[in-house]
């Protein structure tokens, strides 16, 4: 059993600089758990404290059921695949595999047999014989994972591994890292700030800012159930749009109202919206819940808004329209179909069952639980 | 790539081939004087040899003993180099890739051994080595020029290791190396260049050095090859056939051992350690 269990984890480097605040996080046997967050969020420092290249300032760190703080990286039973790889220029690709069971003493016969194995799972046996210097940067990266694998360890580290590739191949690998992590059975813990990976590879993501954890989910959670306005903005492309509006009252129902936008609150959320009558708030929706009225299914004046286009983006699969509703500029990620224009002034509908409200000062999420992913998006 | 017109080309080739003249010239004059006589010598001191011979070689290397000046500068200038790697490498890897309190006092203080000549200080080192017993030895020269060719070496060397990722390190760490593995199969192997640089240098200082020499070693047995070829310099009169030719066969060896190690040196000079 390999889980990685992190207890109040604090890391302060001696400049007196915080990076991280008190990190809980549970990643479980078999589990691809994915550190998300912009850069300085703590999650690389986070990752190097799991590796041992950093110490734990309080708290404690346990793999396999064992405190490992004062345990040297080598006896913790992990693997690490660096950013820029962190391949021994002056050793074969061979040698580079080989470099840890040697230093470990494994016998000849049995590391050239792993050896040769990892480069069959990789796809590199025949560049075995070459120095990293005479690879593309997706063999170097197969090669500092191959090296992470022939270690047969408990866990594996993965510090933004496909950061320095080219975007096809970032597709290409992010692939065959989730197929490696189903073949090998590992636990994997991987960094990045690339919430489209996290998405695509995670069983759960771990969403940093600041040195401090935001939100601990799956990858559906995550995007539908976002603890807070900065998650809520992480994670997506388009980002989500976010509109400062006011709550307002009008006989029994509620309505989110900003100037001329003025868009009918379903019934399900006035109980939690209920305090805040009368108060701004940010209202937050995204960009695939708006919708061109054209082709809205059931448009109802309710949830419509006025917006004016100002840039239109085809992308073949949608459009995106960039529009501005009530001053403030929104993404809608429309149906390619669309006629809008730049400069025109259409109508958009609004999936008010998909929005959410951050309260303004906490930016947490005030409908927070009531989007479960389950839950078939509709249009009324 | 800079260029250059043609006027400009023609100004640098005849700078640079005067320079070169000034150079060679001298060392040119050295060897072909070598092999004259001393009456050719005070007569055409700038002639090739009229009757070139070999006598003046059997002559230094018999009354200078030469042999045993080569076998005594090999054993000081050797050991001396070893020692200069292999502290100065440890030294700097340590201050390159370690934190720890007074490190960086550790690489000024070793720095200044750069401003300041160790013949500044010849007196206390004298008593120092007086207090050990290692005046008039070889060892005490040895110990002498690790010290003094430690900065330049340390500073050489620590520009190269600063220039390893940190992440090679870190994964060799990872792959379960202890620091003295990593740095014997993961930094050593990435500053071979440096090394080399080093070793050349210090081995040429030693070597050329006199003036340690001259000051600690009185017995003849123990005599280097610059303090064995300084006999032909008299007080009244200088043999100047067999000094040349002692001079020759001083320098030859560093000279051989420059140009079999030339591409090492001027790799070394021109790369960093890792691209």
């Not at chain 1, 269990?5 to 400049?15: G, T």
């Not at chain 1, 004062?70 to 220029?89: C, G, S, T």
């Not at chain 1, 991987?190 to 069983?203: C, P």
Request: hydrophobic share 45%.
């Amino acid at each position: 059993m390999a889980e990685v269990i992190l207890k109040d984890v604090v890391k302060v480097y001696p400049n007196g600089f915080k990076a991280v605040h008190g990190a809980n996080l549970e990643v479980e046997d078999k589990e691809f758990v994915v550190l998300l967050g912009p850069s300085g969020c703590g999650k690389t420092t986070t990752l190097r404290m799991i590796a041992g290249l950093e110490e734990i300032t309080e708290g404690t760190v346990s793999i396999g059921g064992r405190v490992v703080n004062d345990v040297e990286p080598k006896d913790r039973d992990i693997a690490m695949v660096f950013q820029n790889y962190a391949l021994y220029p002056h050793m074969t690709v061979y040698e580079n595999m080989a470099f840890g069971l040697k230093l470990r003493k494994v016998p000849k016969p049995e590391i050239d047999k792993r050896v040769k194995e990892a480069a069959n799972i990789l796809g590199i046996e025949g560049l075995l014989d070459r120095k990293p210097k005479q690879l593309s940067g997706g063999q170097r990266q197969r090669v500092a994972v191959g090296r992470a694998i022939v270690r047969n360890p408990k866990v594996f580290l993965f510090d933004e591994p496909l950061s320095n590739l080219d975007a096809k191949l970032r597709t290409q690998m992010r692939a065959e890292l989730k197929r490696l992590h189903k073949n090998l059975q590992a636990t994997i813990i991987y960094v990045t700030h690339d919430q489209v990976e996290a998405m695509t590879m995670a069983d759960k993501i771990v969403i940093m800012k600041d040195g401090v954890i935001q939100q601990i989910g799956d990858p559906y959670s995550v995007y539908f159930e976002p603890v807070n306005k900065f998650v809520a903005g992480f994670i997506g492309t388009p980002s989500m749009n976010f509109i400062g509006a006011k709550v307002s009252k009008e006989g029994e129902k509620l309505w989110i109202h900003k100037d001329s936008m003025k868009l009918l609150i379903p019934e399900r959320y006035y109980e939690r919206l209920a305090p805040y009558v009368g108060k701004e708030v940010v209202f937050g929706v995204r960009p695939e819940n708006i919708y061109d009225k054209m082709f809205a299914v059931t448009p109802s004046e309710e949830f419509v808004a006025e917006g004016k286009v100002d840039v239109v983006e085809p992308l073949g699969s949608e459009t995106l329209i960039h529009a501005t509703i009530a001053g403030d500029d929104i993404v809608a990620k429309v149906d390619p179909k669309t006629r809008a224009q730049a400069g025109d002034t259409i109508d958009l509908v609004f999936d008010m069952n998909m929005v959410h409200v951050f309260d303004k000062e906490t930016e947490e999420n005030v409908l927070m639980g009531l989007h479960s992913a389950e839950e078939e998006p509709k249009v009324e | 790539m800079l260029t250059l017109s043609k006027y400009g080309k023609i100004l640098v080739y005849t700078l640079l081939l005067i320079y070169t003249m000034l150079v060679l010239v001298p060392f040119l004059m050295m060897i072909s004087n070598s092999f004259k006589s001393m009456r050719d010598i005070y007569l055409k001191p700038f002639s090739l040899p009229t009757d070139p011979s070999f006598r003046n070689i059997i002559d230094a290397w018999n009354q200078a003993g030469i042999g045993r000046g080569y076998l005594n500068s090999l054993i000081i200038a050797g050991s001396a180099v070893v020692g200069i790697v292999i502290i100065s490498s440890f030294f700097a890897y340590a201050i390159s890739k370690y934190e720890f309190r007074g490190r960086r006092f550790l690489f000024m203080y070793s720095m200044l051994g750069l401003a300041f000549p160790a013949r500044l200080a010849i007196i206390p080192i004298y008593l120092l080595l007086r207090n050990i017993n290692l005046t008039n030895s070889r060892l005490g020269l040895i110990i002498i020029y690790i010290a003094v060719n430690i900065p330049f070496s340390v500073f050489l060397l620590k520009n190269f290791i600063d220039g390893v990722p940190n992440e090679l390190s870190e994964a060799a760490r990872i792959d379960g190396a202890n620091p003295l593995q990593i740095y014997r199969h993961v930094v050593i192997p990435l500053i071979k260049p440096a090394i080399s640089i080093v070793s050349i240098v210090s081995f040429v200082n030693v070597w050329n050095d006199f003036f340690f020499p001259l000051i600690f070693i009185n017995d003849r047995s123990k005599a280097t090859i610059t303090l064995a070829v300084s006999i032909f310099f008299g007080e009244y009169a200088n043999r100047w056939n067999l000094l040349f030719t002692s001079l020759t066969l001083a320098i030859a060896p560093t000279i051989i051992l420059f140009l079999i190690f030339s591409r090492q040196f001027i790799a070394g000079m021109t790369q960093g350690a890792i691209k």
